[in-house]
Every structure is written in C-alpha cells, then in structure tokens.
Nanobody
Framework: QVQLVESGGGLVQAGDSLRLSCAASGRTDGIVASGWFRQVPGKEREFVGLINFSGSIVKYSDSTKGRFNISRDNAKNTVYLEMSRLEPEDTAVYTC??????????????????WGRGTQVTVAS
C-alpha cells in the first residue's frame, strides 16, 4: 500500500506561480512512476505530467509543457509540481498518483495504482 498526500494548493492570480507537493508513505520502494492529474467538475480527469522513479524521464501534457515542471526528492518521498504563468484555465483539483507495476509512461488514470485526495488550485483572472 502507498499513501499519497498533496499540499500547496490555493488561490492565486493569473500569471503567478505555485508549487504543489505530493508526499508518499508506505511501500514507496515499489513506485516506478508518479503522475499528476487535474480535474474540474463535469469533466474527465486530465493528465498533467509524470516522472519516473529516478527522475530521468519526465513527460508533460501539451497544455502544461513549458509552464509546469515536475521533480522529485526520493530522500523525502516527495514529488513536486511547480506551476508558473498560471492561467484561469488551470483551475482544478490537482491529484498525484503512483504506479507500482511495470514501468510504462502512461498518461491515462487507469495506469496508476494509488491516488491522493487532491488539492484545489484556483487561478483568478
């Protein structure tokens, strides 16, 4: 079992930056990839980005590439999502996920085994 807890969400203005954290606990040694997703009411969960365990492979969605950066500190069992030049369209609940099965840079939610509860990010115009 892996437990994930996000933090760092909040209300910001358009153009601001924000850093989200995802702290993992439990059987963290089995994590092969960590992903970030976001969701707004009435819409499907959207892939934001992913990072493999070593941090050598990072992938972003087209809508966040160049503005968002994912990193990890395995000594702290924490994955970060640094968001810059935020837009009102980035408003969503951001959730981190962990994959413990074989490595696969999947962008679909079904490819992840564990999920946090999410943190709200609201970008005011």
């Amino acid at each position: 079992q892996v437990q994930l807890v996000e933090s760092g969400g909040g209300l910001v203005q358009a153009g601001d930056s924000l850093r989200l954290s995802c702290a993992a606990s439990g059987r963290t040694d089995g994590i092969v990839a960590s992903g970030w997703f976001r969701q707004v009411p009435g819409k499907e969960r959207e892939f934001v980005g992913l990072i493999n365990f070593s941090g050598s492979i990072v992938k972003y969605s087209d809508s966040t590439k160049g503005r968002f950066n994912i990193s990890r500190d395995n000594a702290k069992n924490t994955v970060y999502l640094e968001m810059s030049r935020l837009e009102p369209e980035d408003t969503a609940v951001y959730t981190c996920a962990a994959r413990v099965t074989a490595w696969n840079p999947t962008t679909t939610p079904t490819g992840y085994d564990y999920w946090g509860r999410g943190t709200q990010v609201t970008v005011a115009s």
